[in-house]
Nanobody
Framework: QLVESGGGLVQAGGSLRLTCAASGRTISKYGLLGWFRQVPGEERAFVASIAWSGGVTYYADSVKGRFTISKNNAMNTLYLDMNSLKPDDTATYYC????????????????????WGQGTQVTVSS
């Protein structure tokens, strides 16, 4: 089970930290965790990913330099630090787990993931 928290309303230029707590399973060394976001009427879009073992990260171009993905293996927790937020960042943010080593290096496609959280809303006002 993946549970996101930390969303909310923030002014443009502000910051938020999203947290995703994983419970009920052990994340294997092959695991890859990702953050995606979705606005109504659009497809879910890749934001960032991180390898559970080793910590290699990937980012969408739209968030590179502003967002940072990180993890705490001991606490089975994933984070997304979002800085310099823009109104275009407004979306529901989802964390996801790819449990097996099958898929792209970046984990940038929705279909690669096996488990999803329920989402947390982020709203950035102008």
């Amino acid at each position: 089970q993946l549970v996101e928290s930390g969303g909310g309303l923030v002014q443009a230029g502000g910051s938020l930290r999203l947290t995703c707590a994983a419970s009920g399973r052990t994340i294997s060394k092959y695991g890859l965790l990702g953050w995606f976001r979705q606005v109504p009427g659009e497809e879910r879009a890749f934001v960032a990913s991180i390898a559970w073992s080793g910590g290699v990260t990937y980012y969408a171009d739209s968030v590179k330099g502003r967002f940072t993905i990180s993890k705490n293996n001991a606490m089975n927790t994933l984070y997304l630090d979002m800085n310099s937020l823009k109104p275009d960042d407004t979306a529901t943010y989802y964390c996801a787990l790819r449990a097996f080593p099958y898929g792209s290096d970046s984990g940038s496609t929705v279909d690669e993931y096996d488990y999803w959280g329920q989402g947390t809303q982020v709203t950035v006002s102008s």
